[in-house]
């Protein structure tokens, strides 16, 4: 039985933090003993490819145009003294045209670029972003640094965030100081983790946030400062690092990845979407509830007969912050803790490929990712 001290456990992922910033400062670039850092920019698409149709048009332009090889080429003069970029474009289109078989694929080119590289950097569309590092920092083996930048202007008008967001995530990137960090979201300077970063605004530039865990820290030009680092940091270096999703073992023989879905709550709210999830095969539902996790009347007589169809469900709020627990939850419906809908949506759909021991499946959304600290 583990024994959770929050305040210990701060001090002591501090601790961690403050030694992997120590280890790598020996190896960054420029100090003349060290060869440059192999870094790997993976392509998927987005604003931050995006060609506007002309230098001020900041809304109205294609994402997914340029050429992620291209992007980079543009910043050779900047980035080759920092790190030996490669590219690889794995997609290029808008992040909400991927879909969870792609997801798996890209988790298996981020490990292979590890295999070779140093830390790997994904560029993505900004709208799901959250969704694509959370995924990552989920499936990812390596626990080399994975870095996922993008921007909220295309890459083709005046003030674009576009090159500076690649720029400083390639830099994050080669200093290796996110080492065992898991996967961060680096836009607007800020570098936060994947676990925690939330899109709050459709168009500003300084979007993500990550509600009351603020973010890990910032670049500030040749400055990488990191404040605190997210809590699996604890377990560098053991195996326990790795999250119990590895995509090879949990859906070995092709086999698919279940569905999962979610259903909003809101006033006097119908039970037919949580029905129609149901009959159309949902092995999972996630609720965003109001609150701590309230649901309508007519959605929880609808959830309880697809509780007893074998649906799992996970509870959520939709308020943007605070949590659902799980101690008070009936039989097949789990309290997401502070995972906001779309990232208990993953946890869930992972979950459910690896066991269908509920119990499990409680402690999973109780402790990954969160601190623990075990006393003695
Ligand atoms: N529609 C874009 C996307 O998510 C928005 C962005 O990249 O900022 O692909």
């Not at 295999?115 to 560029?123: C, E």
């Amino acid at each position: 039985m583990r024994i959770v001290h929050r305040t210990a456990a701060l001090f002591s992922t501090f601790a961690v933090a403050a030694v992997t910033a120590l280890s790598s400062a020996s190896a960054q670039p420029g100090n003349g003993k060290e060869e440059l850092p192999e870094v790997a920019v993976i392509g998927t698409g987005g604003t931050i490819s995006g060609v506007s149709t002309d230098r001020v048009s900041f809304q109205n332009y294609q994402s997914g145009k340029l050429a992620i090889s291209k992007m980079v080429d543009e910043l050779r003069p900047e980035v080759d003294g920092l790190a030996k970029v490669t590219t690889e474009q794995f997609g290029n289109k808008g992040s909400g045209g991927y879909s969870i078989a792609d997801y798996r694929k890209l988790t298996a080119s981020v490990d292979a670029a590890l295999k070779k590289s140093d830390a790997v950097v994904v560029t993505t569309g900004t709208d799901t972003m959250e969704e694509f590092a959370y995924w990552l920092d989920l499936t990812v083996r390596s626990d080399k640094p994975v870095v996922l930048t993008g921007s909220m202007r295309p890459w083709t008008v005046i003030g674009t965030d576009a090159p500076a967001n690649l720029y400083n995530a390639i830099k994050l990137a080669a200093s290796r100081k996110t080492k065992c960090y898991g996967t961060v979201v680096m836009l607007n300077d800020e570098v936060q983790a994947a676990r925690e970063v939330r899109k709050t605004d459709a168009l500003r530039m300084d979007t993500f946030t990550s509600g009351s865990s603020g973010r890990l820290g910032v670049i500030d030009q040749d400055n990488i400062r990191l404040n605190r680092a997210p809590a699996r940091v604890e377990s560098c270096g053991r195996s326990s690092w790795r999250t119990p999703f590895d995509l090879d073992r949990i859906t070995k023989d092709g086999k698919a990845l279940p569905k999962v879905e979610i259903a909003y709550s809101y006033q006097d709210a119908g039970g037919e979407a949580v029905k129609a999830f149901a009959d159309s095969g949902a092995d999972g539902i996630v609720t965003a509830g109001t609150g701590a996790g309230g649901i309508s009347p007519a959605m929880s007589t609808a959830r309880t007969e697809a509780v007893k169809k074998g649906v799992t469900f996970t509870s959520t709020t939709r308020t943007g912050s605070g949590a659902v627990y799980g101690s008070t939850s009936t039989t097949g419906v789990i309290g997401a803790e502070d995972l906001t809908p779309q990232k208990a949506r993953l946890l869930l759909l992972l979950s459910l490929a690896a066991t269908d021991d509920e119990k499990q499946i409680r402690e999973w959304f109780a402790t990954l990712g969160t601190a623990q600290f075990t006393e003695g």
